[in-house]
């Protein structure tokens, strides 16, 4: 890979050399670490690739989003927290693998998988983990409701945890604009209203990261809430015609 794939944007990256070229900028920017640490981080992106490594989302591996969820964490964030970079790569496994990370034979699978991590990475990478995971939604309510109300109350308590679903929200955000049909309205319906919340949260004196940092955030959820705004703005005036 060439070497200023480090200046690239990770989209970018992706488009171009794919979960080749993120996995190589994964290990460029962890070389900065203490090995115990880098190890450490290896461990945590070899167990998400085996967890995910049938899914994908949208016409890539889903592993390409856990990496980027994490470089936007430490490269644009400015954060080294070893335990924020692991959960952030392990941020979708309890929600979407908890069978497989903890076996069968758990009347919780959720709570077991929680366990493997905490045992594997520490409590703290489990609880940020946990502070991310979604509920099971009662699917008899409004689920997308459910979904804010979630993550208002769980960030509440978690200020790194913070960090993680703002970078989850700044890639999930990106990627509905390569999103076709009616799962763009859905999802902007969805992603929307969080917008403020979300804007809040990272302003807050507890939220563990630099003022500029939190202002490039900023600036990206007001650039976010514009393309949920033109989205739905385009399938009202379509539904009007």
């Given at each position: 890979?060439?070497?200023?794939?480090?200046?690239?944007?990770?989209?970018?990256?992706?488009?171009?050399?794919?979960?080749?070229?993120?996995?190589?900028?994964f290990?460029?920017?962890?070389l900065?670490?203490?090995?115990?640490?880098?190890?450490?981080?290896?461990a945590?992106?070899?167990?998400?690739?085996?967890?995910?490594?049938?899914?994908?989302?949208?016409?890539?591996?889903?592993?390409?989003?856990?990496?980027?969820?994490?470089?936007?964490?430490?490269?644009?964030?400015?954060?080294?927290?070893?335990?924020?970079?692991?959960?952030?790569?392990?941020?979708?496994?309890?929600?979407?693998?908890?069978?497989?990370?903890?076996?069968?034979?758990?009347?919780?699978?959720?709570?077991?998988?929680?366990?493997?991590?905490?045992?594997?990475?520490?409590?703290?990478?489990?609880?940020?983990?946990?502070?991310?995971?979604?509920?099971?939604?009662?699917?008899?309510?409004?689920?997308?409701?459910?979904?804010?109300?979630?993550?208002?109350?769980?960030?509440?308590?978690?200020?790194?945890?913070?960090?993680?679903?703002?970078?989850?929200?700044?890639?999930?955000?990106?990627?509905?604009?390569?999103?076709?049909?009616?799962?763009?309205?859905?999802?902007?319906?969805?992603?929307?209203?969080?917008?403020?919340?979300?804007?809040?949260l990272?302003?807050?004196?507890?939220?563990?990261?630099?003022?500029?940092?939190?202002?490039?955030?900023?600036?990206q959820?007001?650039?976010?809430?514009?393309?949920?705004?033109?989205?739905?703005?385009?399938h009202?005036?379509?539904?009007?015609?």
């Amino acid at each position: 890979m060439p070497g200023f794939l480090e200046t690239l944007p990770l989209h970018t990256i992706t488009a171009v050399y794919g979960e080749a070229g993120l996995r190589d900028r994964f290990a460029r920017e962890i070389l900065r670490f203490p090995e115990a640490d880098w190890r450490r981080l290896s461990a945590a992106l070899a167990l998400a690739s085996d967890l995910h490594r049938q899914d994908r989302r949208v016409s890539e591996p889903v592993v390409n989003h856990l990496l980027r969820v994490k470089l936007r964490v430490m490269c644009h964030y400015r954060v080294d927290d070893v335990d924020v970079l692991a959960a952030a790569l392990l941020h979708d496994s309890v929600e979407d693998h908890p069978a497989d990370l903890a076996g069968d034979g758990h009347d919780d699978p959720r709570e077991a998988a929680l366990d493997v991590l905490e045992a594997e990475f520490g409590p703290r990478v489990a609880g940020l983990v946990r502070a991310v995971t979604n509920p099971v939604y009662d699917r008899g309510g409004d689920v997308h409701a459910q979904y804010r109300a979630h993550v208002a109350e769980s960030l509440d308590r978690e200020p790194a945890a913070r960090i993680i679903k703002v970078s989850d929200f700044t890639d999930n955000g990106v990627g509905l604009m390569h999103t076709t049909g009616p799962k763009v309205r859905k999802l902007a319906r969805k992603y929307r209203p969080l917008v403020p919340r979300l804007r809040e949260l990272v302003n807050r004196p507890d939220t563990p990261l630099d003022a500029p940092v939190k202002q490039h955030i900023t600036g990206q959820l007001d650039r976010a809430d514009e393309r949920f705004a033109a989205i739905l703005q385009t399938h009202a005036l379509r539904a009007a015609s």
